[in-house]
């Protein structure tokens, strides 16, 4: 495996400065892709990677994607530059870093599964994030007519990256919230396995969310309205798939 370290970035300097270090201790190269912060943070990122000295790539969108088109393109750099594999970690520092070894581990034991975080909260979940989180996830379990979703929406995974090619070339995916449990869905229809790794996820009182209740849960609805037809469409080739053993 050749694995580097993907960073989907937008206007988190602060919460990503203590982070950097301890991604860089990995020992794996980072693609940090900024989706188009304000200039002043763009700058003070771009001279915070300069100066630090790490083995860092910095790509900046000129216009905001949203994550799931910053992971896009972070995931496409990757493969340009020859990785097989592509760690997928959020810049907030939700993620408890320590687990990272063990998505490693999974994936090498795996290396054409894709390997996603299973969150486990502490108390600074708030009862919306967790109730929106269990309805996004029985919906995807019905859309890829499959239990094999354990969760849907962490932002932790390794992606091989051969793999899941054919999907960022020939579909067309959220740009922005609905990236990560879409993604998940369309590999599973396309026979790529999951696999899943329990990872400690919390929301610090200081950190700060982009997600738009307006303008992401209409793109959410409208993304399982689509995955819903999808599934019907593809259900019976994914029962003989599956019969068969595929």
């Known amino acids: 495996m050749h694995t580097c370290l993907v960073i989907p970035h937008y206007d988190h300097l602060d919460q990503f400065k203590p982070v950097l270090p301890q991604l860089a201790g990995t020992g ?27 083995d860092v790539t910095l790509y900046r969108h000129e216009q905001n994607l949203g994550k799931g088109g910053a992971v896009t393109t972070g995931l496409r ?18 993620h408890d870093i320590d687990c990272l070894g063990e998505l490693l581990a999974m994936s090498e034991q795996h290396p054409d599964a894709l390997v996603c975080g299973a969150p486990v909260f502490d108390e600074t979940i708030s009862a919306m994030r967790k109730y929106g989180r269990v309805l996004t996830n029985g919906l995807c379990r019905i859309e890829a007519l499959s239990f094999s979703i354990v969760d849907a929406m962490c932002g932790f995974r390794c992606y ?28 599973s229809w396309s026979g790529i396995n999951l696999c899943f790794v329990p990872v400690q996820v919390k929301y610090p009182k200081e950190g700060r969310s982009h997600f738009r209740y307006l303008g992401d849960n209409l793109e959410i609805t409208w993304m399982h309205t689509r995955l819903l037809l999808g599934m019907l469409v593809r259900a019976p080739q994914i029962f003989i798939r599956r019969v068969r053993g595929g």
């Open 28 to 54: 794996l190269p980072l693609i940090v892709v900024d989706d188009a912060s304000p200039e002043p943070v763009f700058m003070a990122l771009k001279r915070l990677i300069t100066e630090s000295g790490f």
């Open 77 to 94: 750099l990757a493969t340009e530059k020859g990785y097989t594999h592509a760690l997928q970690i959020d810049a907030d520092g939700q």
């Open 160 to 187: 091989p990256l051969a793999q899941v090619e054919p999907l960022l070339t020939g579909t067309k995916l959220p740009q922005k919230m609905g990236f990560d449990p879409e993604i998940l869905v369309r590999s």
